[in-house]
């Protein structure tokens, strides 16, 4: 599960516009998403840096509050939502966390790193 929040982060810090490697191929995220992922408001931008930096001390009810605030702020900014998930998911909100996953996929519709692989089944588990 941790691993999973580390890859997690890190597509978030991409998605709002911070440095780090490119994991994902850049023409699966179209255009429009990568210019609202560069011109985050200022005040968006301060509430995703302050409920990455609660994830990151595994305060995640401050970090849910974060990026709440964010996705009041910005509705159509999928980093925000993004965040949103994977608290509610640290929370054990699964239910929330599906929810506002299914924003950032409908606000990222070319995002791979947010859709289901649906072309290969998932192996069967003994």
Known sequence: MKRIVVVML???A???G???PDDQPTGSVDSAAWER???LP???QAALDSGNAAFRRDDFA????????ATQLGPDQSAAWFGLSM???????????????????????GASLVHPDTTDPPPDHP
């Open 14 to 16: 991409l998605a709002c």
């Open 62 to 69: 401050a970090a849910r509050e974060h990026y709440l605030r």
């Open 87 to 109: 608290a509610e998911r640290q929370l054990g909100n699964v239910d929330a966390a599906e929810e506002a996953m299914r924003r950032v996929q409908a606000l990222s519709p």
């Open 42 to 44: 200022p005040d968006v």
């Open 37 to 39: 992922a560069r011109s």
């Open 18 to 20: 911070r440095g780090g």
């Open 10 to 12: 890190g597509v978030l």
